[in-house]
């Protein structure tokens, strides 16, 4: 279907002069690929921009969950769409992860990103009967047993994993770091006591800590969290740790100029309002609208700091 | 809380507007749940935007009614068409499906309505009245005691599938190696993967029990010569079951809905694993074993109590942990989110109405559903059988196509449905049972990750013998294995003993 | 598979269990070499120890040795009582010609949906397959294919415009 109206629209374009199609972009609904399940972060953000994002350009923007292959089926769907602005999507760390860690992975330069949504940065929390009172306690701890202390994280690859891995190399600890399928039952995990620390990011934790069954010692940012201003950050304890997930707004890569610029400025118009921002920090979300060229460097940042980790704990099949 | 409760429902949800939204989500759950391939997950994705513009309570009783509906119309799919929608519709069709062949799709139906409400009402009433207690309960569940109830499945399942010990061993491996093919969640290292992206992420069990059942049962009947080819007979007029047979079913229906609460209310169990332990447990139970998958109600009736028991059971974790137990409660709880409500041990302080809103909600939803499907879903479910045999077959297929896809949107899924209808197909040519594959892939990869997982925090399995949840169901297991193959062995030395051989 | 078959119909039977087995052996044994020969050749971090982890090269290894076990278990009880079968079923190799052909069909969804689009490939897989099960049924085979594509259609609008689901 989607192959025959693009036939379709690459005969009308042969008809007609081709800027002249892209000054009245966009005239259709546009597709906003969402790489993992209904419910998840992923896609609770995505629904969020998508329904103010259909209220600034005019036309109805469809969020589609192509779920599996660990978020890869989804990215595949963007880098394999027609670059013509009307498939777009998110993505996060685990993408930029995935290029150097799997098979046949999509890697950035199929991709053109569009604007930059906003951190998710790592958090420690420790469970409320670990003797753990501040970081320091914990990093004694950990240095005094190294390999001992178990940790629950994603997978390797994963971006707790990642930011566990990024806390282990800067400040030279080693963790026993127990790998848990999604933030769900990492949280269930140190609720339960079978670890005693978890590097996923805050508001997966901010109920628990309210409630007194965990505590967080620190985040891994370089200010503190907008919904926990009392968490220090870990420099703020004279930790040099900074690490996190992110999200990022991207399409395939090969847009036209102008459509890209015109969805580049809509979603930062979105991301910047008052009224979303609301919304998405009640949702827990934590929002830095950034344009095309910022939030380009602000990945390849991420990337720069995160290769080095990936290659230390051997997870690197497809180097640089 | 009792009086809120009440209060609440005749109050404030047996309104117009509230009843109303209630039906449309019913309706639509029911037509969209029996639909294969389209579970709770996605009929509530597709309702998700509809809840936008919605205040909170609204929503959520939008959204319940369309889980707790959907949950009772992937019976349908499973007994009509011997199409399993969801992982726990797989074994409702064993003895479902058989009643439909014998003309009594009706009346399974019926059973399986019948079960699904009074699954969802103790359900409803364990989490309304304990979900503190047992949410403490599935927090001690760590993965020792979870390795060790997969284990216990596993035991269970192959105790339950009856035919020849070899050739289940033979399904059973295969179904297992199944669940490795992708990224262990472990190391992260691919396996069977053959160096493609597509299998990275595992075979998922919706398309591989779809093209297992669904799609191999077609085949096998177009094989049929013409002489042999009957359509399924007249539904006879009985659809509801007397009250002396349903009496009968009152123990069984108990059962599974306690296990299937409690199994719901560990995170990430899900369905697929209450409802193989309370069908294996009835049959365990039972005094005419042999009579399960011909056609028992009571093949229907457990694992349909416990399916819909579920839902109580996985709002439990949601509710007082705000952690989502499976990819349903997930959605909810992005529901809760977008209406910026952070479900946890504070929601209830915070937000107590909501509470007692989303509980009668539910119940609610579980009242409309019963009487919906009761009065008009299976009259018109049983008109699907009246359509000519010809174009059923096709429909069945394409609808296998669609629904493989609709999964996930993803075309590999299409292709596993399509291999594992022929693999199927295969199975039942060579007289092998199909349900040791589907169960070894549904819960193999749950016992490897919690058995690895165990070892690395803990060092050595002897941890299993030191936590008393682990040490009576490993041991239990191992009964339940080792005892009728030490039998079986005996009587192969006591010469050569007569094999009964069947699916 | 009694010893001692009383009538044709029997022994006929318990021939083909004993080709069952055979079969089922064989295809076991197939199945285990060919994945352990991928498993064993596989590249990059599968093979490495893990520490306390004992890996994921273990599990695999256990399944591939459990299937090559019951494939010889059914391949040796085969061969034991092919010697004693009286009577083997004809080989009805040539009746499954329709479910090939269904799957077939099937398989070709994804490709015609590559160069037509699914909302003309289903109805005409639907059709077909519609056609084919209907063979030597009273009805007309042209009737039987329009209400099979007028299925296949409303199936695609079901799931499309219903459900969104973006085929």
């Known amino acids: 279907m989607k192959k025959t109206l693009s036939l379709a629209a690459a005969m009308a374009l042969s008809a007609f002069a081709s800027g002249a199609v892209a000054q009245s972009f966009p005239e259709s609904p546009i597709t906003w690929v969402v790489n993992w399940p209904a419910g998840g972060g992923q896609d609770t953000t995505s629904r969020l921009v998508a329904d103010r994002l259909s209220d600034v350009l005019g036309v109805p923007v469809v969020v589609e969950n192509y779920d599996g292959a660990g978020g890869l089926t989804g990215m595949r769907e963007l880098a394999n769409a ?22 046949e992975p999509v890697m950035m330069d199929q991709l053109q990103v569009l604007s930059f949504f906003g951190p998710d940065p790592g958090a420690l929390t420790v469970g409320a009967d670990t003797p753990y009172e501040t970081l320091d306690d914990y990093v004694a701890a950990v240095k005094e047993a190294p390999g001992d202390v178990p940790n629950g994280n994603d997978p390797p690859g994963g971006a707790s994993y990642i930011s566990a891995a990024i806390m282990e190399s800067s400040l030279g600890l080693e963790l026993n770091k127990i790998p848990y399928a999604g933030y769900a039952p990492t949280v269930t995990a140190l609720l339960g006591g079978e670890v005693q620390s978890a590097t996923v990011p805050l508001p997966q ?62 979603l ?24 095309a060229e910022e939030a380009t460097a602000r990945i390849e940042a991420f990337d720069a700091q995160v290769y080095p980790v990936l290659e230390a704990a051997e997870l690197v099949t497809n180097p640089k | 809380m009792t009086q809120d409760l009440l209060a609440t429902i005749f109050a404030d949800l047996f309104t117009f507007s509230m009843i109303g939204l209630a039906l449309l989500g019913v309706v639509l759950g029911l037509v969209f749940g029996a639909l294969p391939g389209v579970s709770s997950t996605m009929a509530l994705a597709v309702m998700l935007p509809f809840t936008y513009g919605m205040e909170t309570a609204p929503a959520m009783v939008l959204m319940l009614a369309v889980f707790f509906s959907s949950v009772y119309a992937g019976s349908v799919s499973a007994i009509l068409l011997n199409i399993p929608g969801t992982p726990g519709a797989m074994i409702t069709l064993l003895d479902g499906h058989a009643m439909a062949r014998k003309g009594e799709a009706a009346e399974a139906m019926a059973y399986a309505l019948i079960a699904s409400i009074f699954g969802g009402i103790i359900g409803w009433i364990l989490l309304v009245a304990l979900a503190p207690t047992i949410a403490g309960y599935a927090l001690r569940f760590g993965s020792p005691e979870y390795a060790a109830v997969v284990l216990f499945g596993l035991a269970l399942v192959a105790y339950a599938s009856s035919g020849d010990t070899l050739r289940g061993l033979a399904a059973g491996a295969i179904g297992l190696i199944v669940g490795l093919v992708g990224r262990d969640q472990i190391t992260d290292v691919p396996r069977f993967t053959f160096g493609t992206a597509d299998l990275q992420g595992g075979i998922d069990i919706i398309p591989l029990a779809i093209g297992l059942f669904g799609v191999a049962e077609v085949l096998v009947l177009m094989t049929r010569p013409k002489s042999e080819m009957s359509e399924i007979p007249e539904t006879r007029a009985r659809t509801w079951p007397r009250w002396r047979s349903l009496r009968a079913e009152l123990p069984t229906a108990l059962r599974a809905s306690t296990i299937g609460t409690f199994v719901g209310a560990i995170p990430a169990a899900g369905s697929a694993v209450a409802v193989a332990l309370a069908y294996a447990c009835e049959k365990r139970l039972s005094k005419t074993p042999e009579k399960f998958g011909t056609g028992l109600p009571r093949g229907v009736v457990a694992p349909e109590a416990a399916n819909n028991a579920c839902v109580g059971g996985a709002l439990i974790p949601m509710m007082t942990l705000g952690i989502p137990g499976d990819s349903i409660t997930a959605v909810l709880i ?64 394409i609808l296998c196509l669609l629904g493989a896809y609709a999964v996930r949107n993803a075309v590999v899924d ?90 | 598979m009694s010893p001692t078959p009383n009538n044709p119909e029997e022994a006929e039977a318990a021939g083909r269990e004993v080709i069952n087995d055979l079969v089922s052996g064989g295809l076991c044994l197939a199945l285990a070499s060919g994945l352990a020969v991928v498993h064993y050749s596989q590249a990059g971090r599968l093979h490495d120890d893990f520490n306390r982890d004992p890996g994921p090269a273990l599990l695999p290894v256990i399944l591939l040795a459990a299937l090559a076990l019951a494939g010889a278990g059914l391949g040796l009880r085969g061969w034991i009582a092919l010697a004693k079968a009286r009577a083997f079923p004809p080989l009805a190799l040539h009746t499954a010609w329709p479910a090939g052909l269904a799957v077939l069909l099937m398989a070709s969804f994804l490709p015609l949906r590559e160069v037509i689009g699914a909302a003309i490939a289903l109805p005409l897989i639907c059709g077909a397959l519609a056609v084919l099960a209907g063979r030597g049924e009273a009805a007309r085979w042209p009737v039987t294919a329009a209400l099979g594509e007028a299925t296949g259609l409303a199936l695609y609008g079901l799931f499309h415009f219903g459900l969104s689901v973006p085929l």
């Open chain 1, 82 to 103: 027609d670059p013509d602005g009307y498939t777009i999507g998110m993505l996060g760390s685990s993408s930029i992860i995935q290029q150097y860690t799997t098979d």
């Open chain 1, 205 to 266: 934790v901010l109920e628990h800590a309210a409630s007194g069954d965990v505590r967080i010692l620190g985040v891994m940012a370089g200010s503190p969290h907008f919904l926990a201003p009392d968490v220090p950050t870990f420099a703020a304890q004279g930790y040099d740790v900074l690490a996190g997930d992110f999200r990022a707004v991207v399409g395939p890569a090969g847009m036209p100029a102008d459509v890209a610029a015109t969805l580049s400025e809509a």
């Open chain 1, 268 to 291: 930062v118009e979105v991301l910047s309002s008052a009224e979303f921002v609301e919304a998405a920090n009640a949702a827990g979300y934590m929002i830095e609208p950034l344009g």
């Open chain 2, 334 to 397: 992005g529901v809760l989110l977008l209406h910026g409500l952070r479900p946890g041990p504070g929601l209830f302080e915070s937000q107590p109405d909501l509470i007692v809103t989303i509980y009668g909600a539910l119940f609610v939803a579980i009242i409309l559903t019963a009487l919906v499907a009761g009065a008009i879903g299976i009259p018109v479910y049983r008109k699907i059988l009246k359509i000519p045999q010809r174009i059923l077959t096709a429909a069945v297929l």
């Open chain 2, 414 to 503: 299409v292709w596993v449905a399509i291999f594992f209808g022929t693999l199927g197909f295969a199975f039942i040519k060579l007289n092998i049972p199909v349900l040791p594959l589907a169960f070894g892939a549904v819960l193999g990869p749950l016992l490897e990750e919690n058995l690895r997982r165990t070892l690395v925090i803990h060092g050595d399995v002897g941890v299993f013998f030191e936590r008393p949840i682990s040490l009576v169901l490993v041991c239990l297991s191992f009964a339940i294995l080792l005892v009728p193959l030490a039998l079986s062995a005996l009587s192969f030395l006591r010469r050569r003993p007569r094999r009964h051989s069947g699916l």
